[in-house]
């Protein structure tokens, strides 16, 4: 199983972008997916998660300027992120995980965002 995230770029503050991550291969679609950044040096951090009947959960960074969503038939998650600020130049991994039989976790490859002052 692969997860494929996309969507990364340059951008200028105040802009927006919107990540995508899709999963290949057979998993469970009953699973907590998520997006997660870390800047160098700096630990990985939570961005955001979403259950599949749709819960969230944000990072306080996050919070009133990205938004989780995902699409449980194709096993994505996407992350809208508006007023994009320096600090949110990161790369940005998601991951997929389940804590119950099949337990499985998940994590993509990582997308770079970078957002010029």
């Known amino acids: 199983v692969q997860l494929q995230a996309s969507g990364g770029g340059l951008v200028q503050a105040g802009g927006s972008l919107r990540l995508s991550c899709a999963a290949s291969g057979r998993i469970s679609n009953t699973n907590v997916m998520g997006w997660y950044r870390q800047a160098p040096g700096k630990q990985r951090e939570l961005v955001a998660d979403?259950?599949?009947?749709?819960?969230?959960n944000y990072g306080d960074s996050a919070k009133g300027r990205f938004t989780i969503s995902r699409d449980n038939s194709q096993n994505a998650v996407y992350l809208e992120m508006n007023s994009l600020r320096p600090e949110d130049t990161a790369v940005y991994y998601c991951?997929?995980?389940?804590?119950?039989?099949?337990?499985?976790?998940?994590w993509g490859q990582g997308t770079l965002v970078t957002v010029s002052s």
């Open positions: 979403i259950t599949t009947n749709g819960s969230t």
């Open positions: 991951r997929a995980r389940r804590s119950y039989f099949p337990v499985y976790d998940y």
